[in-house]
Structure formats: C-alpha cells, structure tokens
C-alpha cells in the first residue's frame, strides 16, 4: 500500500514542479526589470559620456556608437576642479553634520517614547511637522538670520554664520533631526518594556539605560539613518550655494559648477566629475549594506 501511494502522488510532484509560472509572478518580475533598468539607464548614459572625448561628442552627437572611449575626462575633471580641496570641505560638512544628528535625535527620541512628559506627542508631532516645511519657503529670512548671528574666529572666518562650513552644519542639522527623531522614536517604542523594568529593578539610572540598552539595540536604526543622512546631507546643493558665497568653502557637488563655462559647457567632463563626485555615497553605502537593509524592515516583525 505505501508504494502505491508513492507511485500515485508521484505523478503529481512532478506534475507540481512543472506548473508554469503564475501570471502575477511573470508580470511582478517583468515590472522589477523594467524598475532597474529605467533606474540604471540615466547612470549608464552618465557613464558613457565621461567615457568619451567631447570633440567626438559635437561632432555625432551624445546618443551615437563611439568610435573611441578613454579616462581623460576622469583625469582633466579631477584636476581642473580641484576635487580633492572640494573633497574635504564635504568630509567637514557631511561628518559632523551626521554625528550630531544621531546624537541629538537618539537622545531625542529616547525621551519622548521612555521618559513621561505631558508634552511628548505635541513635540513628536513638532518634529514631525517640520519635516513637510519646504526649504525654499524659508530661504529669506534664513539668509537675514545667518547674516546676523556671530561666531567666533575659530568657528567661521567670516566671523558670521553666513559664509562658513559651521553655518552648513548647523542647517543640515536643523532640517535632518526632525526625521531622525520620528524614525527612532518608533523603532524604540518595538523595544519590550520588560527589558527597561529589569534594568530598572537592577539600579540602572535613567543615563544608563539609555547609553547600555537603548544605545545598542538601536545599531541596526543608527547605521540606517548615517547612510541615508550621509547620502542626503554629501549630494545637498541647494544650501551650499545659497548660505555660502566663497567658492573654495563649497562642498564638491557645488564645484561640479566650476567645470562649466560662461557660453559652453563640456558635458562630458562635468558627467566625469559627476561620477567621481558620487564615489564615497557609493563606498559608504558597501561598508554599511547590511546594517542598512536591517534598518529597512524595521519594526516589520513586531506583533
């Protein structure tokens, strides 16, 4: 008798195995292709025209079968515009910008999900609330209020905010904990209460809970959020340009304006120090991978 039941459910296996692929999987799969590639084609193109030189460019056009490719572009882009001073000033903006955040939003968030204030979900709300404020609406009074405030001489040269890498740093700051804020705080309240109980039973003071347990159990939240501030706070041009009138503080993507001319712009060398310019997102991106695709599902299994 097993045998029989063997030989008759094994037709149905096999039957099992070769049942073609529903149309919903078929049609999800085409649509993830088709995602990728109209996501990779702007970067592939960017790529292509670095590769070639930009008297062959006007000669057949930018959408045309190359009849030569070289890394000139990369070489004449790096030097021309002096990338590596632009570099740096990205280092001292992107860095601290990022630390203070983490810090000021985790400390942040710790109090409003651990700590009972009347007013936690009014200040939640506060910085959530910020967050949907554009950035242009308040580009006006920000530049009166930057031309205003004085620093020292070793915090900005001008001796104002306007005008220094400080000023940068504190508006970065100023527009990124809001959503830091929002993001850990909901990723601490998934933390079990029994586990703050327990610390608390044990002695451990407010300070302490927050720097032994809350600290450590939210990496995987933290190294998220570095990467996308990271990514956001490197590529911003928008405030470079706007708080900051001497060229050489800029950071490197505003220097990527330096390669183009008053009447001409060679795009093939501005593509080439584009893709330079977006070098360390990408390597920032390959250290942190893991910790970041943690972060994406956060709180996913909670309940």
């Not at 078929?26 to 960017?46: E, G, K, M, N, T």
């Not at 930018?62 to 000033?89: E, G, I, R």
């Not at 990205?90 to 400390?107: D, M, R």
């Not at 204030?117 to 949907?132: D, E, M, Q, R």
């Amino acid at each position: 008798m097993t045998a029989q039941t063997i030989n008759r459910t094994a037709p149905r296996a096999s039957g099992d195995r070769r049942r073609p692929p529903r149309w919903g999987s078929v049609a999800s799969q085409a649509f993830l292709i088709c995602a990728c590639v109209l996501w990779l084609l702007p970067i592939a193109f960017a790529l292509y025209v670095a590769l070639r030189p930009y008297s062959e460019t006007q000669k057949y056009g930018y959408v045309s079968l190359p009849h030569h490719l070289t890394l000139k572009n990369f070489s004449d882009a790096w030097t021309q515009s002096d990338m590596l001073h632009y570099f740096w000033n990205s280092v001292l903006i992107t860095v601290p910008s990022v630390i203070i955040v983490l810090a000021l939003a985790s400390g942040l968030a710790f109090v409003l999900t651990r700590v009972n204030v009347k007013i936690n979900v009014a200040l939640l709300i506060v910085f959530t609330a910020g967050n949907l404020l554009p950035q242009q609406v308040i580009i006006t009074p920000l530049y009166r209020l930057f031309l205003q405030i004085h620093l020292p001489t070793f915090l900005a040269g001008s001796g104002l905010l306007y005008n220094s890498i400080t000023g940068l740093i504190v508006i970065n700051v100023a527009f990124q904990l809001g959503f830091c804020t929002f993001v850990l705080s909901n990723y601490m309240k998934s933390i079990p209460d029994e586990m703050y109980e327990a610390a608390l039973v044990d002695g451990a003071g407010l300070w302490t809970r927050f720097r032994k347990l809350t600290v450590p159990l939210c990496r995987p939240a933290l190294a998220a959020l570095a990467t996308l501030l990271t990514t956001w706070i490197y590529n911003d041009f928008f405030w470079a340009i706007t708080l900051m009138s001497s060229g050489n503080k800029r950071p490197v993507t505003s220097a990527l304006a330096n390669l183009q001319g008053q009447f001409v712009s060679n795009q093939n060398l501005i593509a080439a120090a584009a893709m330079i310019a977006a070098i360390p997102t990408l390597v920032v991106y390959v250290l942190l991978q893991k910790q970041f695709i943690a972060g994406l599902s956060l709180g996913s299994s909670k309940g």
